[in-house]
């Protein structure tokens, strides 16, 4: 179990397809589906266990430091709350 830690009530993730460098990054409909805009640059602290047992359950915190008074334009065009995500890729 992994689990995504942001100083929001409310937060988003996005897939890992989300990170790719899109031409136009909306929707149709006005969704922003792209995951580094609002988050290019930013300091991530990421804290993970030193070692992990095959086959187990750990947990893996990521911070993001943002600030929470930012909103994002939503689809239907009013001011929402901006969206946070990470992705976590474990080797093997």
Request: hydrophobic residues 40%; positive net charge; charged residues 15%.
């Amino acid at each position: 179990m992994i689990y995504i830690i942001t100083r929001t009530s409310i937060s988003n993730a996005y897939p890992i397809f989300a990170q790719q460098g899109y031409e136009n990054p909306r929707e149709a409909t006005g969704r922003i589906v792209c995951a580094n805009c609002h988050l290019a640059n930013k300091p991530v602290d990421i804290e993970v266990p030193q070692a992990v047992l095959p086959d187990t359950v750990f947990e893996a915190v990521i911070r993001i430091p943002y600030d929470t008074q930012l909103k994002q334009v939503l689809a239907n065009g009013k001011k929402g709350a901006l969206n946070v995500g990470a992705v976590l890729i474990l080797t093997h």
